[in-house]
């Protein structure tokens, strides 16, 4: 297994749309489970596949304490979503650090296929419905922040981009051996 890299926000790749999976194979099996290595290791209770610049309609979720539970959600689709809306404290592995209301539908029915291609319907409500939402966005090439005002948006890829200088700079100190 492997930990991949997470773009991050405003990252442009962050914005393709992801194509469905039509191969049932080793490799999806060895991309899920990096994924899930990967989200355990960052760590966060969810990740799709663009978010590793992989682009295919591939998410993990795991909501359980014991990180034993994990869910694989491959070509998902919403066949049904309340009319009644929750918000919900969001956060991103892809933008780190930040947390804003995002108003959503608070259950939605979804069908998706597991690793193996089998289809499978599961109804979710409260933070799996917030989490599958979140990451079906990521395949869309939707992040989180585009629900927020421009302004927060804005103020958000400025400090994003600044840390992404700094870190640039500080690795750069590294490999010149004057840090
Ligand atoms: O897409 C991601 O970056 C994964 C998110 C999943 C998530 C987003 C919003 C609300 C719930 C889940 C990350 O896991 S964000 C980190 C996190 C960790 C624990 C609880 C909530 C968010
Ligand atoms: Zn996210």
Same mark, same amino acid.
């Given at each position: 297994?492997?930990?991949?890299?997470?773009?991050?926000?405003? #990252?442009?790749?962050?914005?393709?749309?992801?194509?469905?999976?039509?191969?049932?194979?080793?490799?999806?099996?060895?991309?899920?489970?990096?994924?899930?290595?990967?989200?355990? #290791?960052?760590?966060?209770?969810?990740?799709?596949?663009?978010?590793?610049?992989?682009?295919?309609?591939?998410?993990?979720? #795991?909501?359980?304490?014991?990180? *034993?539970?994990?869910?694989?959600?491959?070509?998902?689709?919403?066949?049904?979503?309340?009319?009644?809306?929750?918000?919900?404290? @969001?956060?991103?592995?892809?933008?780190?650090?930040?947390?804003? *209301?995002?108003?959503?539908?608070?259950?939605?029915?979804?069908?998706?296929?597991?690793?193996?291609?089998?289809?499978?319907?599961? #109804?979710?409500?409260?933070?799996?419905?917030?989490?599958?939402?979140?990451?079906?966005?990521?395949?869309?090439?939707?992040?989180?922040?585009?629900?927020?005002?421009?302004?927060?948006?804005?103020?958000?890829?400025?400090?994003?981009?600044?840390?992404?200088?700094?870190?640039?700079? @500080?690795?750069?100190?590294?490999?010149?051996?004057?840090?």
């Amino acid at each position: 297994m492997a930990k991949l890299n997470i773009l991050r926000y405003p #990252d442009p790749r962050l914005h393709k749309v992801a194509q469905p999976v039509t191969v049932f194979d080793e490799r999806l099996a060895t991309l899920v489970a990096d994924m899930a290595e990967t989200m355990y #290791d960052a760590p966060g209770i969810g990740l799709a596949a663009t978010q590793v610049d992989v682009h295919e309609r591939v998410i993990v979720i #795991d909501l359980s304490e014991t990180k *034993d539970a994990l869910q694989v959600f491959i070509n998902p689709e919403i066949l049904w979503a309340s009319d009644e809306r929750k918000v919900y404290d @969001e956060g991103c592995l892809s933008v780190p650090g930040i947390y804003d *209301d995002v108003e959503r539908p608070s259950k939605v029915k979804v069908r998706a296929q597991d690793v193996k291609g089998e289809f499978f319907e599961i #109804d979710c409500d409260e933070l799996l419905a917030v989490c599958i939402q979140h990451e079906m966005d990521h395949l869309m090439g939707k992040v989180f922040v585009e629900y927020l005002s421009p302004l927060k948006r804005n103020r958000i890829k400025t400090k994003l981009l600044k840390e992404e200088r700094g870190m640039e700079r @500080e690795k750069q100190l590294r490999a010149n051996g004057r840090r």
